[in-house]
């Protein structure tokens, strides 16, 4: 280009860059963005010295607490205490069952009782259960098919009581 600098940082003839003077903000001003009421980004100020005091044996004894037990092992979608044998049928993190239910493979018939994994039930808010079913593989392969022949009649079912209704 004719005229043109190579580096000239942008800069036009006779232009130069000067400091232009900035104000500092003090450290201790509060930050309008985190502590306005509509702030998207939200902090707390941890107490370092919180929970350190505890060994992993007292930690394991509170979490055996009747009141904790309550809290954690409830239903999060219908309230429901699994802890005290309640649940809902309806509800499809509960799926009618508290902490154990019979062997969902086979309905039972193995006489194997599983048990409820709390953790991932509450995550994906449906139902989880751990155990292992005692049937040989080919009969609860039948009862597999069973069920999911059972349920796409019931999901067809479903979706055309949805179409009929729209």
């Known amino acids: 280009m004719e ?36 702030a998207s980004v939200y902090y707390t100020v941890q107490n370092t010295t919180e929970g350190t005091n505890y060994s992993k044996q007292e930690v394991e004894q509170m979490m055996k607490i009747d ?13 429901e205490c699994w802890y005290d044998s309640k649940c809902s049928a309806a509800c499809r993190e509960c799926e009618g069952f ?7 493979v086979c309905n039972g018939q193995c006489n194997e009782t599983w048990t409820r994994n709390v953790k ?16 040989p593989p080919e009969m609860q392969q039948a009862f ?8 796409s009649e019931e999901t067809l079912t479903e979706s055309m009581q949805d179409l009929s209704t729209t």
């Open 67 to 79: 009141s904790y037990q309550r809290k954690i092992d409830t239903c999060h979608l219908c309230g």
């Open 3 to 38: 005229g043109a600098n190579t580096d000239d940082e942008g800069f036009t003839d006779g232009d130069s860059p000067e400091d232009v003077p900035m104000e500092n903000v003090p450290d201790t001003a509060e930050d309008d963005v985190l502590n306005d009421k509509s």
């Open 144 to 151: 597999m098919i069973r069920k999911f022949m059972d349920s």
């Open 98 to 104: 508290p902490m154990t239910r019979p062997c969902p």
């Open 120 to 135: 991932l039930s509450h995550s994906y808010h449906e139902a989880h259960w751990e155990g292992t079913c005692k049937l």
